[in-house]
Nanobody, 119 residues
Framework: QVQLVESGGGLVQAGGSLRLSCAAS???????RGWYRQAPGKDRELVAS???????NYGDSVKGRFTISRDIAKNTVYLEMNSLKPEDTAVYYC??????????????WGQGTQVTVSS
């Protein structure tokens, strides 16, 4: 099965940038990889995703500011976050959807990394 390890969160001033990384390890055929976030008192929401075929999808609130990319050789997905706003403050989680040994719709989550944007 697939395990995920995130890195790159931290504290940044509004207007600044951060880059998150999510490295995958283990066995499975990856279908989709994504980044989600959850702010206090709010539901977890999709930030960005990329399919195995390279199709991208972004949440409305981050379009034009955030970019998801991947390094297939390193099994790593990145989230480049620019023009950060205080409302981007949240715990960011990476996610993978995959199948393994004939079992589909498997999902793994990273441990989460805190992103705090000060005004």
């Amino acid at each position: 099965q697939v395990q995920l390890v995130e890195s790159g969160g931290g504290l940044v001033q509004a207007g600044g940038s951060l880059r998150l990384s999510c490295a995958a390890s283990g066995s499975g055929v990856i279908i989709n990889r994504g980044w989600y976030r959850q702010a206090p008192g709010k539901d977890r929401e999709l930030v960005a995703s990329i399919t195995s075929g390279g199709r991208l999808n972004y949440g409305d609130s981050v379009k034009g500011r955030f970019t998801i990319s991947r390094d297939i050789a390193k099994n790593t997905v990145y989230l480049e976050m620019n023009s950060l706003k205080p409302e981007d403050t949240a715990v960011y989680y990476c996610n993978v959807e995959y199948y393994y040994r004939g079992v589909a719709n498997l999902v793994s989550w990273g441990q989460g990394t805190q992103v705090t944007v000060s005004s």
